[in-house]
């Protein structure tokens, strides 16, 4: 355990742009009073006895890349830190294709692990925090990866967690499916640490054959017609591809301009076959799995798109885009220094809400000067898919802070206003947490408290209104 | 609403293999004071209303088919019934491919509607109870379909719900997939009447092209070879067949001599190949889907069954056997006029476990004089499957009822020492609480039963220790 300066200030705050904001100007309000790192699950029971007892705010801290102010402390107390001892695997289970892992594990080290294993397996879950998540915050904060659209997000992975709460150890069952009374572990998917400390989980796992995987990427006219694609693919039983992502006009433009491709050869030819920048989307595909499937849902989804007028780009953009996937996320910092402010927002929303949507945020975003928007889909399901907001923006000097926090209610305002969801995958943390009752509904929010007052009769567990839960 | 003596016994029992015993006896303990028929939302808030301040039961009545003593009225009270007024397609989606449907609609009614509607459409959800039950049964009971491979079990299917409880009415947001704290829709499939009111579900839909559909039949030399086979293909990233099916040496054998194939030129012939009477088995697989999909899938499947010594044997066996697949459940009563009990019990298991379990299940069985044991596969999931036991066996005569019960709790005490849970879609009811907490554990029962407590205050809701809960 540790309790300098240095720990408490590190343990104090996530990712979220106004933390980085108050952070450079110096500002780290109530940090915890402790960090701790538990040894084992029998050192979690007991510090949430103690805690439950004298009523201290225990935090549980992962990887720390929350953007909605999920580990943050207000009400100091103890930042339970699990990434030293609960980062192991403790099984992998090859003949019903599952692994149970410590909750503290990070991304890359959980990946490798599982790729050497046998003949190799993959979890098939890459956040863009990948590099700085942990399996336990995948969880809490209910998190989406870069190949969700094939794998599903982290709620269709889990099949059993253990959680120690202050009222008790749950720990449920592995089962491919069961009725025996409503589901249970979906409960504390989400949960944000506001209900107990996931100590461990048990995964599907699947086969890792990179050498199966095959890339496409195309161009469509416009996004309007590169949605329709989308959405009729994955309506049209063909089987799901893994990666599938559509970038919006203004994000393709970025991205051809970045690549230095604009002005080639290349770039006139497609603007005279109507591929017209300003107008042109990029979409990514990539399939995994067995070769015979590869095969069919690449064909598959090459006729489809032929039918809304996409132009087929090879593999090679595909690749490209995922081997700096990772990266973008880091630009954010230096842009701070250029005094650019720069975030992203992301929502859920069922295709026909996708366009109105798409549209209203763009006219928010695009109505403050020099603003740039780009936004594209990146998990996609039968019924609907996420949008994804990245702006940049002059920051309005010495009002950093409130100037970011005033633009960003507005976008979440016109997000929920059109039928969004308030996350796909960040999750609510404290920044969304005002917007809940509007959202659920008072009935929905009284559940979710009466589930939270009864694991958690003090309110020791995250507090400080996270997912707007009191306290 | 009713409350003559037809009405109130017709709703006092379902379709229990002990009620259907004491029924022949003309014992009805305790139906309901009253048949309630709600009109509309405001008609059940307000009965609610009425029965939580009084303290009177209130069972949801549907298709009536439940195996587990799930709608038996212990308390009396009410019985409401939902299938005259709350049997309407509310809604179809064609661009979300989402249908909103109430809850007191008969499965083969909202087929129908669906297949019929537009281009065409399916839910893809066909238990054996499918003429007899509602989509409301479906959810309450968390089902699952034949074809529940391929499209999913109940809990995946739904999107969203309304819910009217006696401490107010849930109606959750249909969106993709979101992450605002935990999703609360889970908490009522499966809630088994034991919280509310399921008034209206949203679901998803998906193409009708039954002329698409592809049937394939095999014959494996022993169960084992069976369940590797199935269990290779679910892992392979092969994409999904809609039926996958398996039944055991016993039942396969049943199954010929049925058909009067036992003893003709075919038969010789695959003994002769090494498939034996008494070790093969059958598998059935359909495809539904896109034409290529479909194709690529079959043909997988026939590639990893041939590794497993498959042989294959046309599409015909699996196109019979859907054409009867409701048909069996219809032989109970003749076969109780004979003096046979006869009953099923199903479980869900992970890989690892299902063979073990199978062989314990089936000792179990057999250790009871003169009986016949047949089991299959009919739910599949890359970490596991169901397990399906169909018994007969001479009744004790004079003493049917203890006997059977007594044979059913050793077969439920098996099942659960063998790791499989206590139900895989059956449900719990009244039959299989005695086990809840033996199975989820004390702290995962005092979590159900708080979420109860708070949506339910005064133990209104099923009552009678359905799902293990009080009262």
């Known amino acids: 355990m540790n309790d300098d300066d240095f720990s408490r200030a590190s343990h104090a705050h996530g990712k979220f742009y106004g933390e980085l904001l108050k952070l450079r100007k110096g500002e780290i309000q109530s940090p915890p009073d402790l960090v701790i790192y538990p040894r084992s699950e029998d050192d979690i029971i007991r510090i949430l006895e103690v805690c439950n007892k004298n009523k201290i705010a225990v935090t549980p801290f992962g990887g720390n890349s929350s953007v909605t102010r999920g580990v943050e402390t207000p009400k100091g107390g103890i930042s339970l830190d699990l990434t030293k001892h609960f980062n192991k695997v403790l099984e992998i289970n090859t003949i019903n294709s599952t692994v149970t892992v410590q909750s503290g594990m990070y991304g890359p080290a959980f990946e490798d692990y599982l790729n050497n294993f046998g003949e190799g397996f993959t979890c098939g879950h890459f956040p863009q925090s990948f590099e700085y998540s942990t399996v336990g915050g995948w969880v809490a904060a209910k998190g989406a990866g870069q190949a969700s659209t094939g794998y599903g997000k982290i709620e269709h992975m889990v099949l059993s967690l253990k959680v120690i709460t202050p009222s008790g150890v749950i720990e449920t069952k592995t089962y491919p499916a069961s009725a025996q009374g409503w589901d249970l572990y979906p409960i504390f998917i989400g949960s944000e640490g506001t209900l107990g400390v996931i100590t461990q989980v048990t995964m599907k796992i699947h086969k890792h054959r990179p050498e199966n995987t095959k890339y496409a990427s195309f161009i469509f006219k416009n996004f309007e017609s590169a949605v329709v694609a989308m959405r009729t693919a994955m309506q049209d039983g063909i089987g799901l591809p893994h990666l599938f992502r559509i970038s919006d006009p203004e994000e393709t433009e970025i ?7 604009e002005g080639t050869l290349t770039d006139k030819f497609l603007n005279t076959l109507g591929y017209k920048s300003g107008n042109r989307c990029l979409m990514f595909v990539a399939v995994d799995g067995n070769k015979a499937y590869v095969n069919q849902v690449i064909k598959s989804i090459k006729n ?20 700096q996937r990772y990266s ?8 701070m220094d250029l005094g650019i402010m720069t975030d992203t927002l992301e929502t859920a929303v069922m295709w026909e809400n996708l366009i109105p949507l798409w549209s209203a945020v763009r006219k928010y975003l695009k109505a403050r000067e020099k603003t740039v928007a780009m936004v594209h889909i990146s998990h996609v399901y039968e019924n609907g898919a ?14 950093e802070i409130n100037d970011y926090l005033l633009f960003h209610k507005g976008l979440v305002d016109t997000i929920h206003e059109n039928k969004g969801s308030l996350s796909h995958h960040h999750g609510i943390g404290k920044t969304m947490a005002p917007w809940m009752e509007k959202e659920l509904g008072s009935e929905s929010m009284k559940l979710m408290q009466a589930i939270k007052n009864h694991l958690d009769p003090n309110g020791i567990m995250n507090p400080g209104n996270t997912l707007g839960l009191k306290p």
């Not at 489809?304 to 081997?323: D, M, Q, R, V, Y």
């Not at 973008?328 to 842009?335: E, F, T, V």
């Open 328 to 335: 973008s996320a880091y630009l954010r910092d230096p842009l």
């Open 304 to 323: 489809n798109n032929k039918k809304h007028k996409a132009f087929f780009i090879g593999a090679s953009p595909t690749k490209k885009w995922l081997e």
């Open 386 to 399: 996420n949008l994804y907001f990245t702006f940049l923006s002059p920051m309005k000097k010495d009002d």
């Open 255 to 261: 991205a051809f301009k970045t690549k230095n491709f």
